[in-house]
Structures are given as C-alpha cells and as structure tokens.
C-alpha cells in the first residue's frame, strides 16, 4: 500500500517553504544568515511577559487561562485592538474582531472561506509565501495585481472567467511588504479598492508590518479609506489581518482579523472547525502586555530595525557591483535585491552558503510562476550590525566573482 495514493488531489499544490527551511541554518554558528523574517529576540519584552504570564496563572485568574475559551477571542485583547483600529481610522467594537493564531492561520481560514477550485486570487508579483502557501491549498488560479490598475477589470474578469471562475479578492500588504519592502502610495490604495469595487471582490489587507515605520508620513490603511467613503464597516469589503508577531512576540502565535461582520461571523465557524480558539493563556498575556507600553515599545524597536536598515542600505552601496538593484525600504524588515538578467538566485545561494558562509532567500519562491529567478530577499531586523557589515562583504564578493 501508497498511503500517499490517498491524499486529496490539492496536495500536489502544497510546497515546503524555502523560508523555514533556511531557518535550519539559523543554528550554525558560522553562517551569517539574512534568511528569516525574524524579530530580534533581544528586543523581546520578557519581563514584560514574564510579569504578565504569573497574573494569568495567579489564583483568581488561572481557571480563565486554562480552560477553553470562546471562539472569537479573549474579551479584553480584541477591546484593545479595536481601540487600536479606531486610532487607525477604523472606528470599530470587539464584534468586528476575531482573534486568530497568527496571522497565517487568518490567511488559511480566508481561503478557505473565499476559494473554490479554478478562482482567481489577485496577487502581488512577488508576494508573500506564506499567502501563496494558504491560499494553494484551496487551488485557485493567480493572476497579477497592478495597484496603478493598468489593467481593466473586464479584461481580469475575462480571464478569471475563462479559467472556469470569478476573481475573489485581490491580496495585499500595502505597507514595508514582504518581500520587497516596499509601501503603496495613497493613490495605489486608492485604486486598488476602485478596482475591487469594479470586479466586486474582495480585498485582504496583510498588515503584519504597519507598525514598523521608521521614515516618511503614515498612510491610512486601505480599509480606514474605505470606512470613511461608505460610513459603515459592515458594507466594506477590505479585510484587515493584523499580527503581534512583529512587534511583540511572534512564538505566541496571536493574529486578528478586523472586518464586517458577517465576514467574522463565518471566520468563527471555521475557527471552531479549525482549533477552537486561540490558546487563552496567550492571549492573556498579550493583552496584558499590550495594554502596558505597546506605542513606547514599538518605537525603541524602529529605532534599532531602522540603524540595522541603514547599516545594510550602506553596506549595499558600498559592496555591490553594478547592475545590482535594491529597494530602499520605509519600514519592515527587509530590502529586495535585483540581479542582473541570467543570473540565478537558487544557484547564487547554494554558491554563498559554500563559500562566504551567508544566507538569504532566492526570490523565485515568492512568485506564483517561479518567475523572478534573479531576484533575492535580505532581512536586516535579526542579524546585528556587525554581522550585517560582514555579511554584505561577503554577498558583494560572491555576485562580483558571479558576474566576472
């Protein structure tokens, strides 16, 4: 017998992440790794949890922490970022939250609840892999979304149409994205909810990074702009996924959705379906943690993440041969890096790994095509400076030996 032979006919679709795989390397000593989307662990508030973790388990708080919980979340968390949302330009209450494990899972649960086989999903091109990862599961169609929507929603009804379904929604973080780094003007989310509005699908906002911005104006989130031309949260469309793993902690797997509704009405039963809830003693400290110095933590992290932002932007410059690109980030974690054409990133990276002892993930896994082979991601929020002035050195050494 081939167990395998059993398997649902979608989980062909499903791939290792190449990311977590390079996490592996994480626990090598020698190899300076800008792999990870990962947070500082220094920069975790452990006390702070610490603290937070001994109330939840206190005698008259234990019986709460430990038993099973409701399904849309912990009362007093989903109150705080509904506050949270309202500073935002989201005035909204806790009915319109739901509190997920990770942001990741509210990625799967929104496939889940939009995708039929042969759907179109409307994508950044690159986008995140962890999306592309949810969403393959419930075997859509990708196409490419254009935020200057050049083209038509006819001609990307057309073709959902084609394919034998409907575009569902159009997939975004409009803010310090992963992997490229790079943030949506006012006008491109502007148009990004014109065209949504012209297919009448669906639009999910990714913020995992919003709170990391360490230069230039904020930009209201795509749902705020939505919320303040048709006046009621219920009758919107955009779908904010919001994530404490960037800013607090990211082992305690606490993500939250903010919509209308009807949309986290149904997300509840598929949570119930999925997991149940969200593991309360999480929760707990969270918003504990949360409700105590969110803003001034946040902003001793972009003071650190943005002079690592700066060290790597001037050690590419410095190193880098020509004909070498990259991105030159607001916020977030990350610079994306353009090869000259024919070069590959898969291949450079198995060459650097052998000998300069440095990681970064190839840019090909962050298209749904496998297009993009000469691009590459850098994450500068985990490695100090030091590692990163070392590590550049050695990445410019490894491209200028390719390209000679």
């Known amino acids: 017998m081939k167990i395998d032979s059993f398997f649902a006919t979608r989980n062909s679709r499903m791939k290792a992440s190449e990311i977590r795989e390079l996490l592996k390397l994480l626990d090598q000593p020698d190899v300076i790794s800008f792999a990870g989307g990962i947070p500082d662990p220094a920069l975790f508030p452990a006390e702070k949890f610490r ?85 393959n599961a419930y075997e859509p169609r990708f196409d490419r979304l254009d935020p200057m929507g050049n083209r038509s929603a006819d001609e990307l009804r057309a073709e959902a149409e084609a394919a034998g379904g409907r575009v569902k929604f159009s997939y975004l973080s409009p803010d310090f994205a992963n992997p490229t780094g790079i943030t949506l003007s006012l006008e491109e989310r502007q148009k990004v909810l014109a065209q949504a509005e012209a297919l009448d699908c669906v639009v999910i906002e990714d913020a995992a990074y919003q709170s990391l911005r360490y230069e230039g104006e904020d930009i209201p989130p795509i749902l705020a702009l939505e919320l303040a031309e048709k006046g009621d949260l219920d009758q919107c469309r955009t779908i904010y996924c919001g994530s404490f793993s960037k800013t607090l902690s990211p082992g305690l797997r606490i993500g939250w959705v903010c919509a209308a509704r009807p949309v986290i009405d149904q997300m509840v039963l598929l949570k119930q379906a999925g997991d149940l809830h969200t593991a309360t003693l999480n929760q707990m400290a969270v918003a504990h943690v949360a409700a105590d110095g969110f803003e001034e ?108």
Not at 78 to 107: K, Y
Not at 112 to 120: A, H, R, V
Not at 370 to 385: A, C, E, V, Y
């Open 297 to 404: 933590h946040t902003q001793r992290l972009c003071a650190h993440y943005k002079a690592r932002r700066d060290r790597m932007l001037a050690a590419l410059t410095r190193h880098m041969p020509d004909g070498v690109d990259w991105t030159h980030p607001e916020g977030g974690m990350f610079v994306w890096m353009t090869l000259p054409a024919g070069m590959d990133g898969a291949d450079l990276l198995a060459t650097a790994l052998r000998d300069e002892k440095v990681a970064f993930v190839p840019g090909g896994a962050f298209y749904p095509d496998d297009d993009g082979r000469n691009t590459l991601r850098l994450n500068f929020s985990s490695p100090d400076q030091v590692q990163i002035d070392e590590g550049i050195a050695r990445l410019g050494r490894v491209i200028t030996e390719a390209l000679a």
């Open 51 to 135: 603290d937070a973790m001994a109330v939840a388990l206190s005698d008259g708080q234990h019986a709460l922490s430990l038993q099973y919980s409701t399904s849309e979340g912990y009362p007093p968390l989903r109150q705080w970022i509904a506050e949270r949302m309202t500073q935002l330009g989201v005035p909204c209450g806790a009915d319109n939250i739901l509190i997920t494990s990770g942001s990741q899972q509210a990625l799967d649960y929104l496939g889940k609840l939009f995708l039929s086989p042969g759907d179109t999903a409307l994508v950044g091109w690159p986008t995140y892999l962890g999306a592309l990862g949810a969403f």
